[in-house]
């Protein structure tokens, strides 16, 4: 079976909850003629489920990522031998099996996921990616987690346990999983000595006799920042493929990871380079190397638009990642540069500064009040009286009035609720450990338990 590892599954639309019906009227489709067109079959979509065009998009990915559909020529698609197994067969279990055989081999996490839930009992949603992530040294994230579970649902291999939040497996489930060889390591676990990303990146971009290795921890990286990756690498294939879906402003890159010996890449495969760029509709194109050797590779690099990353810069960019995380309109800024570079473009590095700015004058202010309260109990504090106060000992820095009145904003939001304002004074009513953890909430339990769950 083809080994390549996928890190997001698009969500198909639900038929009564059950993703074999909808699968089986997808290939039902394609079964009336020969070959369908993509734009065919899109439009299909787009009209069946009342989806947009992205989406319809994205359950043709699937399609194909769960081995359904296969591409022909001319831009065409027709069933697979698998999707012809799937389509032949009437027996639920037989088909949820030949989906899961893909998910299980090239879903990254999934087996491990299943294996666990194996291994346990009735298990509360937010035990489950410390468990898996420590057990069998993953880097999973929430959503990842999210739409893995809605997957094996959908599957019939995972059971929500009433309205609460603990998932076992059926009995189905535990069929399936008796088949599995337990996971020993992850696919991204270069070495037990490589406990830092930046570390193992760089180790990575030296390990030639396992290319895949650096693919898959560039592929990690990038998930890390906030992307839908692909790591393909197939022979003939891109290595990473990266995608931000944002809407009107969505793009896409394809990534070309180059392991040396000695750290430097001095030949640039242009044509292919494009070439698959331009077979994965992709916006740009970047190729990431521990250091680039002489001036040829950078020149061509800059006149055929390709972006040359050393892994420097990608450490300073996790560097910012982990103090600073910025959105993925900001790092379009960074993966839309051509040619070599050492460092970030001013827009961006002021978009950092500015966060950096925020975030500083955010834990100084909740000091500033906390600290004011305890020793002043009988004043009511104004926004004026904070900016003074902060204006006075952080002169150095120059925060105005509006600057602080944006942050006193963000702590009065219902969401975080830090704060009371009456009559514009102000009332710190939080602990800044009680903060953190709202903060954290929000994020864990209100954003991320929904967002994959929506479909």
């Known amino acids: 079976m083809s080994k390549k590892i996928f890190r997001t599954l698009p969500l198909l639309p639900k038929n009564d909850a059950n993703y074999l019906k909808t699968i089986e009227l997808m290939l039902n489709f394609l079964n009336d003629e020969i070959y369908r067109t993509r734009q065919e079959f899109n439009e299909w979509i787009v009209d069946t ?3 947009s065009k992205t989406s319809a998009k994205g359950y043709i990915q699937t399609l194909s990522r769960i081995g359904m559909v296969e591409r022909k020529k001319h831009n065409r698609l027709g069933i697979s031998g698998r999707g012809n197994k799937f389509f032949t067969t009437k027996n639920t279990e037989e088909r949820a099996l030949l989906v899961l055989e893909i998910l299980v081999e090239n879903y990254y996490g999934f087996s491990e996921l299943l294996t666990y839930l194996y291994q346990s009992e009735n298990v509360k949603f937010k035990e489950i990616l410390p468990a898996i992530v420590s057990e069998y040294d993953l880097n999973m994230t929430l959503d990842l987690l999210s739409q893995q579970i809605y997957w094996a649902s959908a599957l019939g291999c995972v059971q929500q346990l009433g309205h609460r939040r603990e998932y076992s497996l059926t009995s189905f489930g535990r069929t399936v999983v008796a088949q599995i060889e337990v996971p020993v390591a992850s696919p991204m676990r270069a070495d ?17 006799e396992n290319p895949s290795q650096f693919e898959q921890l560039i592929a990690d990286v990038f998930d890390y920042f906030g992307y839908d990756v692909i790591h393909d690498g197939g022979r ?29 890449l001095y030949e640039l495969e242009v044509m292919t380079i494009k070439t698959h760029q331009r077979n994965k509709n992709a916006d740009f194109a970047i190729v990431i190397s521990e250091e680039f050797g002489g001036n040829k590779i950078k020149t061509h690099a800059q006149e055929h638009s390709i972006l040359l990353m050393p892994t420097s810069v990608l450490s300073e960019w996790i560097d910012i990642h982990e ?13 839309e540069q051509v040619g070599y570079v050492t460092t970030f473009p001013s827009k961006f590095l002021k978009q950092v500064s500015l966060k950096d700015r925020y975030i500083t004058l955010l834990r100084r202010l909740i000091k500033f009040l906390s600290h004011a309260q305890r020793i002043n109990t009988g004043i009511q504090w104004t926004p004026e009286q904070i900016h003074s106060n902060l204006a006075m000992e952080y002169h150095n820095e120059m925060y105005n009035l509006n600057e602080v009145n944006e942050v006193l904003d963000f702590l009065a939001n219902p969401l975080v609720h830090a704060i009371i304002k009456e ?15 709202i903060i954290s909430t929000i994020f864990v339990s209100g954003i991320s338990n929904h967002t994959r769950f929506s479909h």
């Open 236 to 264: 003939g294939e891109t290595d990473v493929i990266v995608a931000a879906f944002l809407g009107s402003n969505s793009y896409s890159f394809i990534i070309d990871t180059k392991a040396r010996k000695d750290g430097k």
């Open 423 to 437: 009559k514009n004074q102000i009332t710190l009513c939080l602990h800044e450990a009680t903060l953190e953890q």
């Open 323 to 335: 103090r600073t995380p910025l959105n993925l309109i900001a790092y379009k800024d960074i993966v």
């Open 49 to 51: 489920f009342s989806c």
């Open 192 to 208: 037990s000595n490589q406990k830092n990303l930046k570390q193992r990146v760089r180790w990575a971009a030296r390990q030639t």
